[in-house]
């Protein structure tokens, strides 16, 4: 989930609970009555919508780690991957070079042969799908693999259960409950950036969540995949951010890799591995007070299109036809307005400059 800034007078977009409120008044119904469009629809029609921008724009970058292994040509590819931006060979810590991105219909026709080639890769294409989950496949086949290696005392951590960009917060709890967990040192949640929808983890108990609610020095967090899955005295949590990327491997296993910093991942050892960059999906939209993940300056046209999603199936030339297609067309000349710094930077010319 993305850091609120803590400086008061910066635009921080809006919670679900605006973008409830406002899908509301687009489509002309009273606050808080759900009689006509259900406030459950309206929730999927807002995820659809973040998800849609999210691939439109590809206003989301992720990285990954892919652990190679010799003579294993397809890996699993991150779960949360939209789209592959670049990938890059790292032929030891300090030497790597870009794969070119091709497909197999581009491999069979200029180079016969090549699924039995081994050696340092240079070339990524689409695997084979395994259900619904997609894997990259490697040219040439790894024939040296290193392992992996991470080194918690830069600054570097891996996780192996399901966490998503979050806040790095840590401590103990002072007060047992089942669902709150209370700092001891009275750390200020809100103050810390601590926003709701982030994930939460009980090291002690080995459980994790998604907060639901922050207040001053607490937090709510209903636990699961743990001992207990309640917040004892004592426990330590971890509220996970800073830099967050995925490590998958040859046997299709996911794990995590985040530091305390934001910007950098140090202490990791890729030497004959893939650093992946990627367009990634948002995380769900669940609670009322969470933001949406996509930048806040495109969180307002959201409820235009949750009018286009619930009203384009109406009778052409009537009203609610008519609302839809103004929904549709004001969304659509939003998103039309946002540029992704990523791609503003790629022709300007401040960016061949040299600091």
């Not at 699993?76 to 939209?82: D, F, G, I, K, V």
């Not at 040296?144 to 991470?150: D, K, L, N, Q, R």
């Not at 650093?275 to 969470?290: I, M, N, S």
Request: charged fraction near 20%; include cysteine.
């Amino acid at each position: 989930m993305p850091l609120m800034p803590t400086q008061e007078g910066l635009y921080e977009g809006l919670t679900v609970n605006d973008l409830k409120a406002r899908t509301l008044d687009r489509l002309k119904q009273k606050a808080l009555n759900y009689d006509r469009f259900s406030e459950d629809a309206i929730m999927r029609a807002l995820i659809d919508t973040e998800v849609e921008i999210a691939r439109a724009k590809r206003c989301l970058h992720a990285f990954a780690y892919i652990v190679l292994k010799e003579g294993y040509a397809q890996y699993r590819a991150p779960s949360n991957m939209l789209l592959l931006k670049k990938a890059f060979y790292y032929q030891s810590n300090t030497q790597y070079w870009e794969l070119d991105q091709r497909n197999r219909a581009w491999l069979d026709r200029h180079i016969p042969g090549w699924r039995t080639v081994t050696g340092d890769p240079t070339v990524t294409y689409p695997g084979d799908n395994y259900g619904n989950i997609r894997k990259i496949g490697f040219y040439p086949q790894p024939n040296t693999a290193s392992g992996w290696e991470i080194d918690p005392d830069t600054g570097a951590y891996e996780k192996s259960t399901n966490i998503s960009p979050s806040n790095n917060v840590s401590g103990l709890n002072s007060t047992a409950h089942a669902t709150i967990c209370t700092d001891a040192s009275a750390k200020d949640f809100e103050a810390l950036a601590v926003t709701v929808g982030m994930m939460a983890l009980n090291v002690t108990d080995g459980s994790q969540g998604q907060i639901s609610s922050v207040d001053g020095s607490q937090f709510t967090c209903a636990l699961t995949g743990g001992t207990a899955n309640t917040w004892a005295v004592g426990d330590s949590y971890t509220i996970l951010s800073g830099e967050y990327g995925v490590v998958t491997s040859w046997d299709s296993s996911e794990s995590y890799v985040f530091t305390t910093d934001y910007g950098v991942v140090t202490g990791v050892t890729n030497e004959n591995n893939v650093f992946l960059e990627y367009f990634r999906r948002p995380v769900k939209l669940t609670f009322g007070e969470q933001y949406p993940e996509i930048p806040p300056e495109i969180h307002q046209y959201m409820p235009d299109n949750v009018v286009w999603l619930l009203k384009r199936g109406a009778p052409r030339g009537s009203s609610d036809f008519a609302d839809a297609q103004a929904g549709r067309e004001a969304y659509l000349a939003g998103l039309g307005g946002y540029v992704d710094l990523d791609r503003a930077s790629e022709d300007s010319p401040m960016m061949d400059s040299y600091i």
